[in-house]
């Protein structure tokens, strides 16, 4: 196909759901000498405007039928966006059969996505899968040699900026650029599909029962451009999924500089790890390179800080701070003490804001709501040549499925920390050991290579953080410990009884578990298994 750089906008076919803007840019496109062409709600819009508009079915010479899934498959529709206007056979065709060219096509589809995110029936969210615009789309996209494609709003300005510098005509730049975006639009339209009708698929047979699907559908909407990636001399950019998950993604930034890639991450695993507290008491998780360095449940927002802060205050220093409910301004104050890169919470209050606000460089991100840790999805990760997909790691145990393995029995305070380190140790690296007690942690050691290892660094984080509270003894005597996997020797265990653990957590299933408990038994530690573990890699 040879085709000339620029091409006049002489005709074209609108037709939206999403009506932003529509006026105006129709408006614009008919003083510049643009037949308009139209369908459904789109015409009637433009007609009320005042504009002069021409049905589609006035071109097609067929109803709108079917309760609207039928209106632009037709040949003088399709005709008129593949044609190639230097081709003579293709001319001859479009004259023989009263086929007009469509210079630009105009078209944004269904709801899909945010049908979806409202939880509607199947039956609606079926209806809301366009058919007409992507094959529309598409069309025009493939003759980007003739024709010009909008499916963004955000569009709209730079087209017409560009038809006025160029007497009414697109540069063929323009008209690839287009249609790429058209085709990345389609695609993501069309990966939303695939994944809520396996969603419907996985609802009804269970997460353990799920197939893979033979093809796995990934697309994201720009949500911004980063300064660069983990390290500067790599780009980053961040994507919405279009899942529904209070976090990062449905937050509004109030105050402070452009969130980096880092922080970004960093945020995400922060609200992820203070969520799966819940929200029956107020809770405080510091992350610091993807990892909590403190955790607490406590009465009130601002003393879950303080407790979270003493568990591992140098590091917590540059951190990010997650709270699973409104920033009041008593904890607004205690956080404007120490620099912290970002916060995260549901909402906040004036008060608190108005706090933060004094703090330059800190970014307050309000969330709208806390996502659901028993929620379904999938995480993803890079390899060469591909990539791997999980389920989200929504397992969570209770009172009632441990299974107590040592002669003492845990005390109801124990289990409760139990449970609550055990839950923090879901959303730290593996090797993973937590020191807890009275629902705060006390030490954390993460990704290590041996267990011992992040066993002997978290007591000596315990000791460090007493010490700088001015303690006379190390908080990890008398608390709990948590483990993410099994004790492959009873080493790891040990380090934990040397350090002052009183009971333990962790899955079970080595085969040196008959040791481990022995172990625990000779030092009247109480024991429990989950037969759930929690890597984190």
């Not at 906008?9 to 408006?27: M, P, W, Y």
């Not at 323009?174 to 639009?185: E, H, N």
């Not at 030490?443 to 290892?453: N, Y």
Request: contains cysteine.
């Amino acid at each position: 196909m040879s085709v000339s750089g620029l091409r006049q906008v002489r005709r074209a076919l609108v037709s939206v759901s999403d009506k932003t803007g529509l006026v105006e840019f129709a408006r614009a496109l008919a003083a510049r000498g643009v037949e308009l062409i139209s369908t459904g709600g789109t015409s009637k819009a433009l007609a009320a405007a005042g504009l002069k508009v021409t049905d589609v079915a006035a071109v097609t010479g067929f109803p709108e039928m079917m309760d609207g899934r039928l209106k632009t498959l037709h040949p003088r529709v399709h005709g008129g966006l593949l044609a190639l206007r230097d081709d003579e056979g293709h001319a001859r065709a479009m004259k023989e059969h009263g086929i007009e060219g469509i210079d630009l096509l105009v078209c944004n589809l269904y709801p899909f996505e945010e049908t979806v995110a409202r939880k509607a029936s199947f039956e609606e969210t079926v209806e809301n899968i366009d058919i007409g615009g992507p094959a529309m789309i598409r069309a025009a996209s493939k003759n980007h040699g003739y024709v010009a494609v909008i499916v963004d709003v955000e569009d709209y300005q730079a087209v017409l900026a560009e038809m006025d510098r160029n007497d009414g005509a697109l540069s063929l730049e323009t008209r690839k650029m287009l249609a790429a975006r058209a085709y990345a639009r389609t695609a993501a339209y069309d990966a939303a599909i695939a994944t809520w009708f396996e969603s419907e698929l996985s609802s009804v047979a269970g997460q353990a029962e799920r197939q893979p699907p033979r093809r796995f559908a990934l697309a994201g909407r720009l949500r911004q451009g980063l300064r660069y990636g983990e390290n500067p001399h790599q780009w980053a950019a961040f994507y919405a999924s279009g899942e529904h998950r209070f976090g990062v993604a449905t937050a509004r930034q109030v105050g402070g500089k452009e969130l980096s890639y880092n922080n970004i991450n960093d945020t995400d695993a922060a609200y992820e790890c203070v969520a799966e507290l819940g929200d029956d008491r107020p809770a405080v998780a510091i992350i610091k390179h993807a990892n909590p360095c403190g955790v607490a449940t406590a009465s009130s927002l601002a003393e879950a800080y303080r407790l979270a802060l003493r568990c591992d205050p140098v590091s917590a220093f540059g951190g990010i701070v997650a709270c699973n409910r409104k920033l009041d301004a008593a904890t607004a104050t205690e956080l404007a003490k120490i620099f912290t890169e970002v916060i995260i919470a549901p909402d906040a209050d004036a008060e608190a804001m108005q706090i933060l606000a004094a703090k330059k460089n800190l970014r307050l991100l309000l969330a709208g709501g806390l996502p659901d840790p028993a929620e379904p999805g999938v995480t993803l990760r890079n390899v060469s040549g591909g990539f791997l997909v999980q389920s989200r790691d929504a397992g969570r145990v209770s009172v009632g499925e441990l299974r107590v393995v040592t002669k003492r029995k845990p005390t109801d305070a124990e289990l409760a920390d139990l449970l609550f380190a055990f839950r923090v140790a879901k959303h730290v690296k593996s090797n993973t050991i937590v020191y807890a007690r009275d629902g705060a942690t006390v030490g954390i050691g993460a990704g290590q290579m041996s267990r011992i290892d992040s066993a002997r660094i978290a007591a000596w984080k315990a000791e460090e953080a007493s010490k700088a509270a001015g303690l006379p003894a190390s908080l990890a005597k008398g608390s709990v410990v948590a483990s993410d996997a099994f004790f492959p020797f009873a080493d790891g265990l040990l380090a934990a009884a040397e350090a002052g653990a009183t009971a333990v957590i962790q899955p079970g299933g080595s085969m040196r578990d008959e040791e481990v408990i022995a172990a625990a038994n000779d030092r009247n530690l109480a024991m429990v298994f989950t037969g759930m573990r929690h890597f984190r890699h």
